[in-house]
Protein backbone atom coordinates (compact mmCIF):
# COMPACT_ATOMS: atom_id res chain seq x y z
CA UNK A 1 0.00 0.00 0.00
CA UNK A 2 1.35 3.33 -0.18
CA UNK A 3 -0.21 6.74 1.17
CA UNK A 4 -0.20 9.67 -1.44
CA UNK A 5 -0.56 13.57 -0.10
CA UNK A 6 -0.77 16.21 -1.79
CA UNK A 7 -0.27 20.28 -1.28
CA UNK A 8 0.10 23.18 -3.40
CA UNK A 9 -3.24 24.10 -4.92
CA UNK A 10 -4.79 27.34 -5.10
CA UNK A 11 -6.47 29.99 -6.86
CA UNK A 12 -4.18 32.06 -9.95
CA UNK A 13 -4.20 34.59 -12.48
CA UNK A 14 -4.76 32.99 -16.36
CA UNK A 15 -0.53 33.28 -17.25
CA UNK A 16 0.60 32.55 -13.92
CA UNK A 17 2.25 29.25 -11.97
CA UNK A 18 1.67 26.64 -9.45
CA UNK A 19 3.51 23.87 -8.58
CA UNK A 20 1.74 20.79 -6.90
CA UNK A 21 3.65 18.33 -4.34
CA UNK A 22 2.51 14.60 -3.50
CA UNK A 23 4.46 12.87 -1.33
CA UNK A 24 4.64 9.54 -0.89
CA UNK A 25 4.28 7.12 2.26
CA UNK A 26 7.14 4.67 1.04
CA UNK A 27 10.32 4.98 -1.69
CA UNK A 28 9.07 6.23 -4.92
CA UNK A 29 11.75 3.65 -6.33
CA UNK A 30 9.35 1.25 -5.04
CA UNK A 31 6.07 2.17 -7.32
CA UNK A 32 6.11 1.36 -10.98
CA UNK A 33 4.69 5.12 -11.77
CA UNK A 34 3.19 7.58 -10.80
CA UNK A 35 1.09 10.72 -12.12
CA UNK A 36 -0.97 13.70 -12.09
CA UNK A 37 -4.59 12.95 -12.93
CA UNK A 38 -7.41 16.32 -13.42
CA UNK A 39 -10.83 16.21 -13.17
CA UNK A 40 -13.17 19.12 -14.07
CA UNK A 41 -16.76 19.62 -13.58
CA UNK A 42 -19.13 17.51 -15.68
CA UNK A 43 -15.90 15.73 -17.28
CA UNK A 44 -13.81 12.32 -17.00
CA UNK A 45 -10.84 12.76 -15.19
CA UNK A 46 -7.87 12.80 -17.42
CA UNK A 47 -4.19 11.93 -17.33
CA UNK A 48 -1.53 15.07 -17.00
CA UNK A 49 1.85 13.66 -16.53
CA UNK A 50 3.13 10.51 -15.23
CA UNK A 51 6.70 9.65 -14.32
CA UNK A 52 7.63 6.00 -14.50
CA UNK A 53 10.37 4.54 -11.91
CA UNK A 54 13.63 4.78 -14.49
CA UNK A 55 12.49 8.37 -14.61
CA UNK A 56 10.71 8.71 -18.02
CA UNK A 57 7.89 11.18 -18.64
CA UNK A 58 5.03 11.56 -20.66
CA UNK A 59 2.30 14.60 -21.43
CA UNK A 60 -0.90 15.33 -22.23
CA UNK A 61 -1.09 17.16 -25.59
CA UNK A 62 -2.71 20.32 -24.04
CA UNK A 63 0.04 21.14 -21.33
CA UNK A 64 3.42 20.16 -23.02
CA UNK A 65 5.56 22.47 -22.62
CA UNK A 66 3.71 24.83 -19.50
CA UNK A 67 3.82 21.43 -17.40
CA UNK A 68 6.99 19.75 -16.16
CA UNK A 69 6.56 16.45 -13.92
CA UNK A 70 9.45 16.08 -11.91
CA UNK A 71 10.79 13.98 -8.45
CA UNK A 72 12.53 13.96 -5.26
CA UNK A 73 14.18 10.59 -4.67
CA UNK A 74 15.27 11.72 -0.88
CA UNK A 75 11.90 13.39 -0.05
CA UNK A 76 9.67 10.38 -1.73
CA UNK A 77 7.87 13.14 -3.51
CA UNK A 78 6.72 14.10 -7.26
CA UNK A 79 5.89 17.49 -8.56
CA UNK A 80 4.04 18.92 -11.13
CA UNK A 81 5.11 22.33 -12.10
CA UNK A 82 2.26 24.21 -13.69
CA UNK A 83 3.34 27.40 -15.92
CA UNK A 84 1.00 29.54 -18.30
CA UNK A 85 -1.92 28.20 -16.33
CA UNK A 86 -5.31 28.91 -17.89
CA UNK A 87 -8.89 28.63 -17.29
CA UNK A 88 -9.31 25.35 -19.19
CA UNK A 89 -6.96 24.02 -16.16
CA UNK A 90 -9.10 24.44 -13.40
CA UNK A 91 -9.70 21.30 -11.96
CA UNK A 92 -9.16 19.14 -9.11
CA UNK A 93 -5.71 17.53 -9.01
CA UNK A 94 -4.95 14.17 -8.30
CA UNK A 95 -1.51 12.62 -7.64
CA UNK A 96 -1.54 8.58 -8.42
CA UNK A 97 0.47 6.01 -8.04
CA UNK A 98 0.59 2.43 -9.45
CA UNK A 99 2.65 -0.73 -7.73
CA UNK A 100 3.94 -3.35 -9.32
CA UNK A 101 1.42 -5.90 -10.59
CA UNK A 102 0.33 -8.01 -8.24
CA UNK A 103 -1.17 -11.57 -8.80
CA UNK A 104 -2.39 -10.20 -11.88
CA UNK A 105 -3.80 -6.92 -10.56
CA UNK A 106 -2.36 -3.63 -10.65
CA UNK A 107 -2.76 -1.65 -7.16
CA UNK A 108 -3.65 1.90 -8.25
CA UNK A 109 -3.59 4.56 -5.28
CA UNK A 110 -4.46 8.15 -5.15
CA UNK A 111 -4.35 11.07 -3.07
CA UNK A 112 -7.18 13.48 -1.82
CA UNK A 113 -7.11 15.71 -4.24
CA UNK A 114 -6.50 19.70 -4.99
CA UNK A 115 -7.96 22.19 -6.31
CA UNK A 116 -6.09 24.42 -9.28
CA UNK A 117 -9.00 26.87 -10.15
CA UNK A 118 -7.67 29.56 -12.93
CA UNK A 119 -9.20 32.90 -13.25
CA UNK A 120 -9.28 34.72 -16.34
Known amino acids: QVQLVESGGGLVQAGGSLRLSCAAS????????MGWYRQAPGKQRELVAAITRGGSTNYTDSVKGRFTISRSIAKNTVYLQMNSLKPEDTAIYYC??????????????WGQGTQVTVSS
Open 26 to 33: RSIFSINA
Open 96 to 109: NADLPMDMGVVPRY
